[in-house]
């Protein structure tokens, strides 16, 4: 009976120590085994096996990426502006074992470092350049912070600034000075949209005032040809007269002189302010005017060649208004 007792306590024992020398790694986190208090090897995720009363668990390391919060802070400016700035971490362990033996409190030694290095990034730079430049405090950070953090087996992945507040009279000087910025270029394209408008408006009129001078230019033209022409018809038609002059036609004269009488007397008469129109006493010399050109005009036609008649058919020419017989009857 005594025996049983022993051999079931001998049992617990031993299944105790060999589920304690049974070790299960979750994905994701590496833990460092010790033999007497020295760091002996790392524990990948899985199944693996300790030395009892020998070998124990060290530390139990988080490998996945972590993300840090930088707590905000008051930093001066390189211009003595107060800026009060905040900013995120994110940090990888990448040896468990340098990060478990090398550094004590991890977490709070990465906070600490990126405090100190925003503020000398920051304290480097104007107020202007710390708000518009957040992409270069970002890569100097992570600049000098990945290589500090180096050594404890930690790989800083990138750092953010969360968020970048000036004082308050400085953020109502920036305002404003946006406004009159705003109000500057919206004065500048309201000029530049006159100036094109005025631009346009002279560029109009001057095709206009070229297009009229042309115009005037083809006009003057045309009254110089007609007034060429009626030259020209008026010298043709004194030629003429003064044909007919030379060879004793006395019909010309009359001819001439009537309707230089007749022009004369048809403005005398169309004039808009002659509200009284003279009519010459003596008539007779107008008639006898008419009757001469008449008389010319007979002449005139006199003197014309016959005219076949059309169709082939015979009509009797005349001559002078008298019907002349065809030869032969």
Known sequence: MGFAVVAAVFLVLALVVALGAIKIVPQGREYTVERFGR?????????????????????????????????????????????????????????????????????FAITQLTMTNLRTVVGNMELDEVLSQRDQINTRLLDVIDQATSPWGVKVARIEIKDLQPPPDITNAMARQMKAERERRAVITEADGEKQAAITVAEGQKQSAILQAEGRREAAFRDAEARERSAQAEAKATELVSTAIAQGDVNAINYFIAQKYVEAFGKLAESPQQKTVIVPADMGSLVGSIAGIAELVKAAQAEQP??????????????????VPPAGS
Do not use: C, H
């Open 39 to 107: 760091y002996m090897r790392t524990l990948k995720p899985g199944i693996s096996f300790l030395t009892p009363f020998v070998e124990n668990i060290g530390r139990r390391i988080n490998m996945m990426e972590q993300v840090l919060d930088v707590p905000r802070q008051d930093v001066i400016t390189k211009d003595n502006v107060s800026v009060q700035v905040d900013a995120i971490v994110f940090i990888q362990v990448m040896d468990a074992a340098a990060a478990a033996y090398r550094i004590t409190n991890l977490d």
């Open 306 to 323: 016959p005219i076949p008649p059309r169709g082939g058919g015979s009509r009797p020419a005349t001559r002078g208004g008298t019907a």
